[in-house]
């Protein structure tokens, strides 16, 4: 190693899901929407003024921040938008994870936590999700420097029920306690009324899922006030301009299209309570999801078989090859029902 290299800050780096240069493919590997951003959101786009782009966006996003707290009836001052959730969660880790203790998030997560925290220099432990895959709130009663887990958690896509959020938020009153609820609007319960009893709660989202955003980059924050603007303040010691004229403007017009939003949201539990059905008769098995993918195990095939057989018919979905315990599943995307169809059509003959 040469010296320099000595002061380097080393890191392993998180990994994104494929995104094949492939057009002729099933795309169920990225938790993505299958539908259109809302129509508002096109209309947008072509009435842009493009002479607005030679100046410097509005550091403080305060149409996209103020289309999203109408929203979810809160004060401006209670939300914070950044590029998609991974920013406003890297930015979360900075600003309130700075203690000696460890934090705590599940042994099977998002496997962005723990890069994070390598790359902060956090300790971090991991308690173990229960053999259905729940997170079991007791064991986030012990010391800790801070808590984060999805709900639904990923890449399982259970649900923990509210009264078990809020008694984690309850035991751990000196910590930000972080829900990442990415895939929340899929038929979850959101812990966002919480904030009004608990300052020490942060609640992330994203326009990537259910705003069919994901290209766009909007991610946001909402919580008290203070800690909204402890989180601000560090953005502004690393970014002023994090979010571009482009993703406000479309930003605000995806937040104000409710009706949309609902519409592709129900459309995607129809038919992912429909694929369940279809992956119970084809031999897999799964514990519930309340987001927008199942994670699925066969009886008989080795998930890795299933997952090169289906990339070779250009059938994308994700497997995870650590931990151990989660390599024999596949995580599923819900698509379109035409999407699914084809999928349930080529399994069907594949375990024939
Ligand atoms: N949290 C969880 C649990 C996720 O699965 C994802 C998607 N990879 C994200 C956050 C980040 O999503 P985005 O940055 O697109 O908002």
Not at 237 to 260: C, I, P, V, W
Request: charged share 25%; aromatic share 12%.
């Amino acid at each position: 190693m040469k010296s320099w290299e000595e002061n380097i800050r080393k890191v392993v780096p998180y990994t994104p899901g494929e995104q094949p240069k492939r057009k002729d493919i099933i795309k169920l590997n990225t938790n993505e929407n299958p539908y259109p951003p809302a129509p508002g959101v096109i209309d947008a786009l072509r009435s842009m003024n493009t002479d607005g782009l030679r100046r410097y966006p509005d550091p403080a996003a305060s149409i996209l921040v103020h289309a999203i707290a109408e929203q979810y009836g809160l004060d401006d001052s209670q939300v914070f938008v950044g590029v998609g959730s991974d920013d406003v969660l890297a930015i979360a880790f900075l600003t309130c994870f700075n203690s000696d203790k460890p934090i705590l998030f599940p042994d099977i997560t998002y496997s962005f936590y723990d890069v994070w925290a390598n790359l902060y220099r956090i300790p971090f432990e991991r308690i173990p999700l229960n053999g259905r895959f729940e997170i079991e709130k007791e064991g986030y009663f012990r010391e800790n420097g801070g808590i984060i887990f999805p709900n639904p958690n990923a890449p399982t896509g259970v649900l923990l029920p509210l009264a078990e959020i809020e008694a984690i938020i309850e035991r751990n009153r000196d910590v930000v306690v972080i829900v990442d609820e990415a895939y929340v609007d899929f038929g979850g319960e959101s812990a966002l009324p919480l904030v009004r009893k608990y300052d020490n709660l942060l609640i992330a989202q994203t326009f990537s899922k259910s705003r069919s955003m994901a290209g766009m980059r909007i991610g946001y924050l909402m919580g008290n006030e203070k800690l909204i603007k402890y989180i601000s303040d560090v953005k502004y010691s690393f970014n002023s301009y994090t979010m571009n004229q482009t993703a406000l403007e479309l930003g605000k017009a995806a937040a104000e299209d409710r009706a949309y939003f609902e519409e592709c949201c129900s459309r995607i539990i129809e038919t992912r309570e429909w694929a369940k059905s279809r992956f119970r008769e084809l031999g897999f098995s799964f514990e519930d999801s309340k987001s927008n993918f199942v994670f699925v195990t066969h009886d008989r095939v080795p998930a890795v078989e299933i997952f090169t057989a289906l990339s070779e018919a250009g059938i994308f979905v994700r497997h995870f090859r650590s931990p151990e315990r989660i390599s024999n599943y596949l995580r599923v995307t819900i698509g379109t029902k035409e999407e699914m169809e084809q999928f349930f059509a080529f399994l069907e003959n594949y375990l024939k």
